[in-house]
């Protein structure tokens, strides 16, 4: 039976890691990418000793470490994989210091499997389980420690060190320490008490001595710890769950009578153990799986790692629905130049899913920045990424956000900003490369006027100074096109938004600016649209102010007699025409506002 | 055998930096590519020591400093940190005189040295700290600012207020009456936020917003009985640029003028500088004390007419008995003379110069690369346009020292974005000479911040108050509320 229980508890501990690496690999890859980008990790001693000056800071300083390699694909999944075995043997060590027993060990899975579950939510980062292995860890050496004088002055003299490496999570020294004590074979119970009186005092002091005379940092900040949570006003509940979570199970393997797993109740016990907590962790981690943050982080990964063609490819597998997706695909549709064609095959939600307004929060202006920066609005993406990254809650800097920063300045000749972002971006680990690139660039005219991506966004910059209005976009866009008639984009979003707002007039009004843009003819969407107009004006569309495929036609034609005849006509519709800009624009977009305020709200 | 290990390290470490003295060493001409520039410069003899680095990254350096009766040799690889004891014993000696720095760097194994230059060390000492804001140079959204107070002796900062601990409020404008350490005041923005007024260590929490004003108080200056408070209130509005390297346009929709009196907790204002047919703002008391400095433009249709939008420099009377203000009131510069837009009028303790910022439009000085000091002489009505102090990008927020011979700015000369303090001499004839930026204990510190200083404001002393004290304040005081 031991042997037996051995090797399942050994096949445990590798399920865990593959599942958690499956998980992490094909379910929630741009999770990991996503938490990479708002961080700047450098390798330079200012840095770390930012970090370790404050509690918490040195855990803090390792999750970053180690969230930098989520920037390359499968890295930050074995890594997962990985920390969480790491935790889940932790767990089990200690546990076994205090009593060894083989049946309890599906219990040691409590912790990790908790803890995948808290994380997929991207505002709980890496630190907790860092600071959670490292006390573990120290733990594990304290009952190494035979001679119990030395073990407890060593325990006194760790807690208020494991307390500043680690914040909060030392919690759990103390505790397991007292558990450990009271485990131990002594005459003198009252003592261990007092002993663990004494640790608790020692935790307790430690961060009011810090928040009065060592730091200056929130209460919260200083009790709990920094790089759980990226919110750093609201109690992270999920944190302190994981240390009595942790601390239960630390119990159950000093207290739980072994008259409840002896003999013949062994495997029945260690089943249901087995079921009981791989069941609920099924159901916890389904449950906070978030597919529609996974989605919005896949589309915002392509999109700034200009990954066009696999945005598309993703839309036509899984029809986005919220408006970041729904943005971002149609940045990707426009690079591809799929856009005036492409775009009412996809749902749309009005001009939010075209650029949204700016929020101030962290995601969305980073990523409706790449819509500005792209059509050349170089001062408005510059403005989205530093506020982007501004309103990062817990104070990170963020690698991307930099990067873009660097661009947008260099673009506009403010070289001096530029090399400055750059000369910081050198000091990371994945940016520093493109940073020496990138420096080489500065004050070279030519060279920026020739590079594909910044000569040609050069070029899209406004001629003009005017001040930026959110809510004046169509105006915005038309003035680009017509200070530069090449702006393809600026054209088609143009167009984009006057059709996604089902404004014709000015539809019809702009549609001639895209003259110089060169189309061999024009896109299907715009056909379709300057169809129905002509349409409604009069019934002979053999001559039409611009080409119109006969295809089109034909089935604007058909459309019609289905919408004209028809009472239940949308159904019918729905199957053939959905793809067409006449079904948006007679019943899409109607509820959309609604829906869009109830997506902000949740988000 | 440790300890002869020990030794043979440090004899190793001995006859390295032996080897590494000049020698053949070649002469160049121009000045040494510093960083920061601190070439022939007038230095306070109480300033913390210039640290600095060399931009060309040498192997090796060595730095000579030559007084007339102290000098002494400094040696480092990129970066040169002076030995604080040395620096202040050297400037102690030198009060009065010039030091002769002498460059001379290692470059690929061969030495050159570079022309030397000067430091002029004034007989007048700065006043010891230096408080400013520390912010990122945002637009809208902020996350991390504090209020600090350096000793410009050393390298110790002295955090006064963290927004950290104030749920994340907004928090500007520290400033002292006299540049005393007893007096000061700042607004803290948010929920339970208020103007922090500090009497004698003792802080307490205001409502600069009277009943029939539209705003709190935001830009303003103390009164030097220290009773009363000039400040303007405003509805401020920002917007942002589209075009090349602007970013940030903030104007005012409405701004008037008042006076607050901290002892009966009142305010009153004067139909003569507020209303809706023009914009007042950027108060500040006369050295007597007996008038107000402040900006006005007639009120135009904004933003359309923002570039038409142009401040004079005006003044009006106040009379501290009643603590109103006067009746009468003068045009000291016009902006439609100047053609340009008068900001932060900033008068010198002695009554002698009053400092201020002209930039093309607006009254965002910050934010315009424009943006000039200039220096009007009270006595002869001249206008100094500061040639050897301003440069290219913002310079602007300045204050004076006590003895109204030094003057301390905010400029963004490095890049155009990340503002930095910068000091300024008064010389016997009213000369202002090439400044200087705060020095840092690491030079490169400038380099890898990301954030920008501002608001700069000198003190004798230190302010006895802290962070944990605004926390405090913040969460607990009661807020007095101005009648």
């Given at each position: 039976?031991?042997i037996?229980?051995?090797?399942?508890?050994?096949m445990?501990?590798?399920?865990?890691?593959?599942?958690?690496f499956?998980?992490?690999?094909?379910f929630?890859?741009?999770?990991?990418?996503?938490q990479?980008?708002?961080?700047?990790?450098?390798?330079?001693?200012?840095y770390?000793?930012?970090?370790?000056?404050?509690?918490s800071?040195?855990?803090?300083?390792?999750?970053?470490f180690?969230?930098?390699f989520?920037?390359l694909?499968?890295?930050?999944?074995?890594l997962?994989?990985?920390?969480m075995?790491?935790?889940?043997?932790?767990?089990?060590?200690?546990?076994?210091?205090?009593?060894?027993?083989?049946?309890?060990?599906?219990?040691?899975?409590?912790?990790?499997?908790?803890?995948?579950?808290?994380?997929?939510?991207?505002?709980?980062?890496?630190?907790?389980?860092?600071?959670?292995?490292?006390?573990?860890?120290?733990?594990?050496?304290?009952?190494?420690?035979?001679s119990?004088?030395?073990?407890?002055i060593?325990?006194?003299?760790?807690?208020?060190i494991?307390?500043?490496?680690?914040?909060?999570?030392?919690?759990?020294?103390?505790?397991?320490m007292?558990?450990?004590?009271?485990?131990?074979?002594?005459e003198?119970?009252?003592?261990?008490?007092?002993?663990?009186?004494?640790y608790?005092?020692?935790?307790?002091?430690?961060?009011l001595?810090?928040?009065?005379?060592?730091?200056?940092?929130?209460?919260?900040?200083?009790?709990?710890?920094?790089g759980?949570y990226?919110y750093?006003i609201?109690?992270?509940?999920?944190?302190?769950?994981?240390?009595?979570?942790?601390?239960?199970?630390?119990l159950?393997?000093?207290f739980?009578?072994k008259s409840?797993?002896?003999?013949k109740?062994?495997l029945?016990?260690?089943?249901?153990?087995?079921?009981?907590?791989?069941?609920?962790?099924?159901?916890?981690v389904?449950?906070?799986y978030?597919?529609?943050?996974?989605e919005?982080?896949?589309y915002?990964?392509?999109?700034r790692?200009?990954?066009?063609?696999?945005?598309?490819?993703?839309?036509?597998?899984?029809?986005?629905?919220n408006?970041?997706?729904?943005a971002?695909?149609?940045?990707?549709?426009?690079?591809?130049g799929?856009l005036?064609?492409?775009?009412?095959?996809?749902?749309?939600?009005?001009?939010?899913?075209?650029?949204?307004?700016?929020?101030?929060?962290?995601?969305?202006?980073?990523m409706v920045?790449e819509?500005y920066?792209?059509?050349?609005?170089t001062?408005?993406?510059?403005?989205?990424?530093?506020e982007?990254m501004?309103a990062?809650?817990?104070?990170?800097?963020?690698?991307?956000?930099?990067?873009?920063?660097?661009?947008?300045?260099?673009?506009?000749?403010?070289?001096?900003?530029?090399?400055?972002?750059l000369l910081?971006?050198?000091?990371?680990?994945?940016?520093?490369d493109?940073?020496?690139?990138?420096?080489a660039?500065?004050?070279d005219?030519d060279?920026i006027?020739?590079?594909?991506?910044?000569g040609?966004i050069?070029?899209?910059?406004?001629?003009?100074?005017?001040?930026?209005?959110?809510n004046?976009?169509?105006?915005?866009?038309g003035?680009?096109?017509?200070?530069?008639?090449?702006?393809r984009?600026?054209?088609?979003?143009?167009m984009g938004?006057?059709?996604?707002?089902?404004?014709?007039?000015?539809?019809?009004?702009?549609?001639?600016?895209?003259?110089?843009i060169?189309?061999?003819?024009?896109p299907?969407s715009?056909?379709?649209?300057?169809?129905y107009?002509?349409?409604?004006?009069s019934?002979d569309?053999?001559?039409?102010p611009?080409?119109?495929?006969?295809?089109?036609?034909k089935?604007?034609?058909?459309?019609?007699?289905?919408?004209?005849?028809?009472?239940?006509?949308?159904?019918?519709?729905?199957?053939?025409?959905?793809?067409?800009?006449?079904?948006?624009?007679?019943?899409?977009?109607?509820?959309?506002?609604?829906r869009?305020?109830?997506?902000?709200?949740?988000? | 055998?440790?300890?002869?290990?020990?030794?043979?390290?440090?004899?190793?470490?001995?006859?390295?930096?032996?080897?590494?003295?000049?020698?053949?060493?070649q002469?160049?001409?121009?000045m040494?590519?510093?960083?920061?520039?601190?070439?022939?410069?007038?230095?306070?003899?109480?300033?913390?020591?210039?640290?600095?680095?060399?931009?060309?990254k040498?192997?090796s350096v060595?730095?000579?400093?030559?007084?007339?009766?102290?000098?002494?040799?400094?040696?480092?690889?990129?970066?040169?940190?002076?030995p604080?004891?040395?620096w202040?014993s050297?400037?102690e000696?030198?009060k009065g005189?010039?030091?002769?720095?002498?460059?001379?760097?290692?470059?690929?194994?061969k030495?050159?040295?570079?022309?030397?230059?000067k430091?002029?060390?004034?007989?007048?000492?700065?006043?010891?700290?230096?408080?400013?804001?520390?912010?990122?140079?945002?637009?809208?959204v902020w996350?991390?600012?504090?209020?600090?107070?350096?000793?410009?002796?050393?390298?110790?900062?002295k955090?006064?207020?963290?927004?950290?601990?104030?749920?994340?409020?907004?928090?500007?404008?520290?400033?002292?009456?006299?540049?005393?350490?007893?007096?000061?005041?700042?607004?803290?923005?948010?929920?339970?936020?208020?103007?922090?007024?500090?009497?004698?260590?003792?802080?307490?929490k205001l409502?600069t917003k009277?009943?029939?004003?539209f705003?709190?108080?935001?830009?303003?200056?103390?009164?030097?009985?220290g009773?009363f408070?000039?400040?303007?209130?405003?509805?401020?509005?920002p917007?942002?640029?589209?075009?090349?390297?602007?970013?940030?346009?903030?104007y005012?929709?409405?701004?008037?003028?008042?006076?607050?009196?901290f002892?009966?907790?009142?305010?009153?204002?004067?139909?003569?500088?507020?209303?809706?047919?023009?914009?007042?703002?950027?108060p500040?008391f006369s050295?007597?004390?007996?008038?107000?400095y402040?900006?006005?433009?007639?009120?135009?249709?904004l933003?359309d007419?923002?570039?038409?939008?142009?401040?004079?420099?005006m003044?009006?009377?106040?009379?501290?008995?009643?603590?109103?203000?006067?009746?009468?009131?003068?045009?000291?510069l016009?902006?439609?003379s100047?053609?340009?837009s008068?900001?932060?009028?900033?008068?010198?303790?002695?009554?002698r110069?009053?400092?201020?910022?002209?930039?093309d439009y607006?009254?965002?000085?910050?934010?315009?690369?424009?943006?000039?000091l200039?220096m009007?002489?009270?006595?002869?009505?001249?206008?100094?346009?500061?040639?050897?102090?301003?440069?290219?990008?913002?310079?602007?927020?300045h204050?004076?020292?006590?003895?109204?011979r030094?003057?301390v700015?905010a400029?963004?000369?490095?890049?155009?974005?990340?503002?930095?303090?910068?000091?300024?001499y008064?010389?016997?004839?009213?000369?202002?000479s090439?400044?200087?930026v705060?020095?840092?204990?690491?030079p490169?510190?400038?380099d890898?911040?990301?954030?920008?200083f501002n608001?700069?404001?000198?003190?004798?002393?230190?302010?006895?108050?802290?962070?944990?004290?605004?926390?405090?304040?913040?969460?607990?005081?009661p807020t007095?509320?101005?009648?």
């Amino acid at each position: 039976m031991k042997i037996l229980l051995r090797n399942a508890n050994g096949m445990l501990t590798l399920l865990l890691g593959v599942v958690v690496f499956i998980f992490y690999a094909f379910f929630y890859a741009n999770h990991l990418h996503f938490q990479e980008q708002l961080q700047l990790f450098q390798f330079t001693g200012p840095y770390f000793i930012e970090y370790i000056s404050i509690p918490s800071g040195f855990t803090a300083f390792l999750s970053q470490f180690i969230t930098q390699f989520f920037y390359l694909p499968w890295v930050g999944p074995v890594l997962m994989a990985l920390l969480m075995v790491r935790l889940q043997l932790m767990v089990k060590w200690v546990a076994f210091r205090i009593k060894r027993n083989p049946n309890l060990e599906p219990f040691t899975f409590v912790p990790p499997l908790f803890l995948w579950a808290l994380l997929c939510d991207e505002n709980y980062m890496l630190g907790g389980l860092i600071a959670l292995i490292l006390t573990l860890q120290l733990v594990w050496v304290l009952t190494k420690i035979s001679s119990s004088v030395v073990r407890i002055i060593s325990t006194m003299i760790f807690i208020p060190i494991t307390y500043w490496l680690a914040g909060g999570t030392a919690i759990l020294m103390p505790l397991i320490m007292i558990v450990f004590e009271l485990t131990r074979p002594t005459e003198n119970r009252v003592s261990v008490w007092w002993i663990g009186a004494g640790y608790l005092i020692l935790m307790l002091i430690s961060p009011l001595i810090a928040k009065n005379y060592l730091v200056l940092l929130p209460s919260m900040q200083v009790f709990i710890g920094y790089g759980y949570y990226r919110y750093l006003i609201y109690l992270p509940f999920g944190i302190l769950l994981l240390w009595a979570l942790t601390f239960l199970v630390m119990l159950l393997y000093a207290f739980l009578p072994k008259s409840v797993m002896d003999g013949k109740k062994s495997l029945p016990f260690y089943i249901s153990s087995l079921f009981l907590v791989w069941g609920g962790a099924a159901y916890l981690v389904a449950g906070s799986y978030n597919r529609i943050a996974e989605e919005v982080m896949t589309y915002d990964y392509f999109i700034r790692t200009k990954q066009w063609d696999k945005a598309v490819a993703l839309a036509e597998k899984d029809v986005p629905a919220n408006p970041l997706a729904v943005a971002s695909l149609n940045l990707a549709l426009s690079q591809k130049g799929l856009l005036g064609d492409k775009m009412f095959h996809f749902i749309q939600n009005g001009s939010e899913g075209l650029i949204p307004q700016f929020d101030r929060d962290y995601l969305l202006p980073m990523m409706v920045g790449e819509v500005y920066y792209y059509l050349g609005l170089t001062n408005t993406a510059q403005r989205f990424a530093f506020e982007g990254m501004e309103a990062i809650p817990d104070y990170q800097k963020s690698a991307r956000c930099l990067k873009r920063l660097a661009e947008t300045n260099l673009i506009n000749g403010s070289y001096e900003v530029s090399r400055k972002y750059l000369l910081i971006l050198q000091n990371t680990f994945f940016y520093k490369d493109w940073a020496t690139e990138t420096l080489a660039y500065l004050g070279d005219e030519d060279r920026i006027n020739n590079h594909p991506e910044w000569g040609r966004i050069r070029k899209f910059r406004p001629k003009e100074d005017f001040l930026f209005d959110g809510n004046q976009l169509d105006m915005i866009l038309g003035m680009l096109i017509q200070q530069e008639p090449t702006n393809r984009m600026a054209y088609e979003y143009l167009m984009g938004y006057c059709l996604l707002n089902k404004d014709l007039p000015h539809f019809m009004q702009y549609v001639d600016l895209g003259k110089e843009i060169g189309y061999k003819s024009m896109p299907i969407s715009y056909q379709e649209a300057a169809l129905y107009v002509w349409g409604l004006q009069s019934t002979d569309l053999s001559q039409t102010p611009f080409p119109v495929n006969n295809e089109v036609k034909k089935r604007m034609q058909t459309y019609a007699g289905i919408y004209t005849t028809r009472e239940d006509a949308q159904m019918y519709l729905e199957k053939e025409f959905a793809d067409t800009y006449w079904y948006y624009f007679h019943y899409r977009y109607k509820n959309i506002i609604k829906r869009n305020e109830e997506f902000r709200q949740m988000h | 055998m440790k300890q002869i290990i020990y030794y043979l390290l440090l004899l190793l470490l001995i006859i390295q930096s032996g080897c590494n003295r000049p020698s053949e060493i070649q002469k160049i001409d121009g000045m040494p590519p510093i960083y920061p520039d601190y070439t022939n410069i007038t230095i306070p003899y109480n300033i913390a020591p210039l640290n600095f680095l060399l931009r060309n990254k040498p192997q090796s350096v060595e730095v000579s400093v030559k007084g007339k009766n102290t000098s002494f040799v400094v040696y480092g690889n990129e970066k040169i940190q002076f030995p604080e004891r040395k620096w202040r014993s050297l400037l102690e000696s030198e009060k009065g005189n010039d030091i002769t720095v002498e460059v001379t760097v290692e470059k690929d194994g061969k030495w050159y040295r570079y022309a030397a230059f000067k430091w002029k060390v004034s007989i007048h000492k700065i006043d010891s700290y230096l408080s400013y804001r520390r912010i990122e140079p945002g637009y809208e959204v902020w996350n991390k600012i504090q209020i600090c107070q350096r000793n410009l002796e050393n390298f110790s900062e002295k955090v006064l207020a963290d927004n950290n601990l104030t749920d994340g409020s907004c928090m500007n404008c520290h400033i002292y009456n006299q540049h005393q350490k007893d007096v000061s005041l700042f607004h803290l923005r948010g929920k339970k936020g208020g103007t922090i007024l500090n009497r004698n260590g003792k802080l307490r929490k205001l409502n600069t917003k009277g009943v029939n004003s539209f705003a709190p108080a935001v830009y303003g200056a103390f009164h030097p009985s220290g009773r009363f408070g000039v400040f303007s209130q405003n509805t401020i509005i920002p917007e942002f640029h589209a075009y090349r390297s602007e970013r940030l346009e903030v104007y005012d929709t409405a701004s008037d003028l008042v006076i607050l009196d901290f002892d009966n907790n009142s305010l009153n204002t004067s139909l003569l500088v507020s209303g809706d047919q023009t914009l007042e703002t950027f108060p500040v008391f006369s050295a007597d004390g007996k008038s107000v400095y402040y900006c006005a433009a007639p009120q135009l249709p904004l933003p359309d007419s923002i570039r038409s939008l142009r401040y004079s420099l005006m003044r009006i009377d106040f009379d501290e008995k009643s603590g109103k203000f006067g009746n009468k009131i003068d045009t000291i510069l016009s902006a439609n003379s100047l053609q340009q837009s008068v900001s932060f009028p900033r008068v010198s303790p002695n009554g002698r110069f009053l400092l201020f910022c002209v930039s093309d439009y607006g009254t965002f000085p910050i934010w315009h690369n424009e943006t000039d000091l200039r220096m009007l002489d009270l006595k002869t009505g001249g206008v100094d346009s500061l040639k050897q102090v301003n440069a290219w990008y913002s310079d602007s927020y300045h204050s004076w020292s006590s003895e109204s011979r030094w003057f301390v700015f905010a400029s963004k000369r490095d890049n155009g974005i990340y503002g930095k303090p910068y000091f300024s001499y008064i010389d016997n004839n009213g000369v202002a000479s090439k400044p200087f930026v705060l020095p840092q204990k690491d030079p490169a510190y400038y380099d890898y911040t990301l954030i920008s200083f501002n608001i700069p404001e000198l003190s004798k002393e230190g302010v006895s108050f802290g962070a944990m004290d605004v926390e405090d304040a913040y969460f607990n005081l009661p807020t007095d509320e101005m009648k």
